[in-house]
């Protein structure tokens, strides 16, 4: 074995390894021992402030041993992995560089605001599995919700299921599941937890919602609510990814797809990144479900589906298109429609549009495409322009206008718009921990103030309890929301 060592503070660039590219392998070291295995391999030992950078991804230590045939870096000594969504330590590493994973043992991890410690990680930031896991959420020193697992995964950057999970919270045990669920990009209730819900029509009751991955590209997500005056409200989705991505499989309550928007319902987020979905192939099944945004007291809707849901995007812009058949019945009180057999076609998209100062412009537009058996069809689409004004970090001012074309009708009161031509006026203003919401909307047509929402929420680090009330129909939601950014 040939043995060449060089003992020097310099800047080590190998030049077959580096050449020209821009994703050449990059190398910084001390000392460095160059040796050739007997079937003619060449390896590289490299100790004393080591770091190595290829595509935007830096690994540091004190000892690697490289071997540029298999792109494999590997230590028994401390390391320190830096990607865009996170820094991973540990004490020992077997990574490839080139496939952007591997194997950590002892590791503490930062990923998207997610707190990490396991004695075992295999995979990359984006997409792992890791053993006999500690996960906490903004503050790893005094975090207010801590989780011990056995085993942790985390697809697509986006979601991270944990299994035989203890939750503490503020250092407290207060629960023993068998699986939990964490939303890591999103900001609104992204832990699967229990909580109560509240309204004059139903009384109090406890809402809990699952979600159970299936293999890499299916996700099953359950959610039951039970009431002391109310029938209980039931919901299954299953969606199967049948591209890269995690699957769609949507929100809990049933809405309409202009209701998912910020300037509909204040508890959705006035800014969110669109999570790296794929094609999906989905089914659902919901019994009495009370929509978020009912248009009337005492409204149930249950429904039989399926459907192809397709991500879309181009340049900043991004929405998604969906193809759905199924029954669907509503029921007000103790009278029920009749159940019909219904097509649709349904796409959104939002559209960034100019940025001067402190506001932005932007376009959201929703079409919908309806077939009912028996009942002719509906279409409608609906443009909102939206102006956001953010002068201080604590405070959020969002106004739009929205305009709403329609041809047929629906026998569904659900699928009814309820203003043509609306504005629409929301605001968020934070004062040390407390949070303070509120979103009006008035009809232009039938000037009216139709819809009040109000939210109070305390924060503290990542945790937030929150009141959100609705004026009509009276809505009273208690929940949580945890989120992966610092406050």
Request: with cysteine; aromatic share 8%; charged share 25%.
């Amino acid at each position: 074995m040939t043995r060449f060592i060089v003992a020097s503070s310099i800047l080590l660039l190998l030049a077959p390894l580096c050449a020209q590219s821009p994703d050449a392998l990059r190398i910084r070291a001390q000392q460095y021992v160059l040796q050739r295995t007997p079937d003619g391999e060449w390896l590289l030992e490299l100790t004393g402030g080591v770091s190595m950078e290829f595509q935007g991804r830096s690994l540091q230590g004190e000892r690697f041993l490289l071997d540029t045939a298999e792109a494999r870096a590997r230590s028994d000594a401390p390391f320190r992995l830096t990607t865009e969504v996170g820094v991973l330590s540990g004490q020992r590493v077997d990574y490839l560089y080139e496939q952007q994973r591997g194997r950590f043992e002892g590791v503490q991890a930062q990923v998207l605001g997610i707190y990490l410690n396991a004695a075992l990680l295999e995979g990359d930031l984006d997409n792992f599995v890791a053993r006999e896991v500690v996960v906490s959420t903004c503050d790893p020193l005094r975090p207010p919700i801590r989780v011990q697992a056995r085993s942790v995964r985390l697809i697509e950057g986006a979601r991270l299921t944990l299994r035989n999970a203890r939750l503490f919270l503020y250092g407290q045990p207060i629960l023993l599941l068998p699986q939990l669920t964490v939303r890591v990009r999103e900001t609104a209730e992204i832990v699967s937890l229990p909580s109560p819900v509240y309204s004059a029509e139903t009384g109090w009751g406890a809402r809990l919602r699952l979600e159970i991955p299936v293999g890499e590209r299916a996700l099953v997500q359950a959610s039951l609510i039970r009431y002391l005056q109310a029938i209980p409200e039931t919901r299954v989705v299953v969606g199967a990814a049948l591209s890269a991505g995690e699957p769609i499989v949507g929100e809990p309550e049933l809405r309409l797809r202009f209701e998912q928007s910020a300037l509909s319902n204040l508890r959705e987020q006035l800014e969110r990144a669109p999570p790296p979905h794929g094609l999906t192939l989905r089914a659902e099944y919901a019994a009495d479900i009370r929509p978020l945004l009912a248009p009337r007291a005492g409204m149930r809707i249950s429904k039989r589906e399926i459907g192809l849901l397709a991500p879309l995007r181009l340049r900043n812009g991004y929405g998604e298109a969906s193809l759905r058949y199924g029954w669907l019945s509503e029921r007000i009180d103790n009278q029920r429609t009749p159940t019909r057999e219904r097509t649709s076609v349904e796409s959104d998209w939002s559209q960034p549009l100019a940025r001067v100062g402190d506001f932005t412009l932007r376009m959201h537009l929703w079409a919908s495409y309806t077939h009912y058996s028996g009942a002719g069809n509906s279409q409608w689409l609906r443009s909102q322009i939206e102006l956001l004004w953010e002068p201080h970090p604590t405070l959020s001012v969002l106004m739009g206008y929205a305009q709403t074309t329609t041809r047929g009708n629906s026998p569904f009161l659900t699928e009814q718009l309820r203003a043509r031509r609306e504005l629409s006026f929301r605001a968020e203003y934070q004062h040390g921990n407390l949070r303070l919401g509120t979103l009006l909307k008035y009809d232009l047509e039938q000037h009216d103030l139709y819809d009040v929402q109000l939210l109070l929420g305390w924060r503290d680090r990542c945790l937030e309890p929150y009141l959100f009330w609705r004026r009509s129909p009276s809505n009273l939601l208690i929940g949580v929301n945890l989120t992966a950014r610092q406050f």
